[in-house]
């Protein structure tokens, strides 16, 4: 019973964390401080009634989880919202929470062997994140221009948008860096996560426009709020269960 008070407990903030994500890229601090203190019931209420079989648990999930999220935010994996969303997790939920619903036992595919439930939902998360390029990429095939063919990565990561459309738009990043040399030719280059911009401020996005050096679209990729990933990936491992561990294991029984 607990276990689906504590997720029923949990979806609400984590909810709001994927609203202030789309809304402004980033999620409060005071979101996480709020979840954890008013969450700390739960914790304490199974500490006084499982004693140290709770508390070891509580200390690997806290520890792993705090030490390879910690990693994962320094090489830029995330942001320090969602670092902070996991840590939250793992102190919540420091075994995987097994319920039974309508005769029937939750997670449907079982529990992993490795038991770890922030694990999983960090690994279903990073599933969803997979199919974003499927999707832009199908985006761009009904949306196709000819100039796509000369850089059909591109499609993968972002699409083309007109410059002049640019002041409209949010939480975009340009995929190609321009530079002038010496001869006064324009000089294109990838830039891997998307260079940061203020369409208000790139004014010579426009100039190069004009002088012909650069065409009306240019390609963009939206910066994603990795909290939807996080939410889905908590739903489904709630419900279903680690999704990358199931599908390995088909693999190799099959």
Known sequence: MIEILKIFFSVPFLLYSCYSDL??????NKVWKYMLA???????YEILTDGLSYLMPLLLSGVLVFTAVYLLFQFGAFGGGDAKGLI???????SYPVFSFSE???PLLGVPQIGLFTFTVLGNALLMTILVPLGMFGYNLLHFSPEMIKNPLYMFIGYRTEISSLKY???????EKFELDESGSLKKTFSRTGLNFDADQKPELEE???KG????????TPGLPFMLSITAGFITAVVFGDLIFY???RLIVN
């Open 38 to 44: 008013s969450g700390s019931g739960f914790v304490f």
């Open 88 to 94: 939250v997790l793992s102190i919540l939920f420091p």
């Open 169 to 175: 738009k949010k939480h975009l990043g340009l995929l």
């Open 247 to 249: 599908a390995v294991m």
């Open 104 to 106: 029937k036992i939750y």
């Open 208 to 210: 190069y426009l004009k």
């Open 23 to 28: 809304n402004s890229r980033r999620v409060s």
């Open 213 to 220: 050096l650069i065409e009306k679209d240019i390609w963009v």
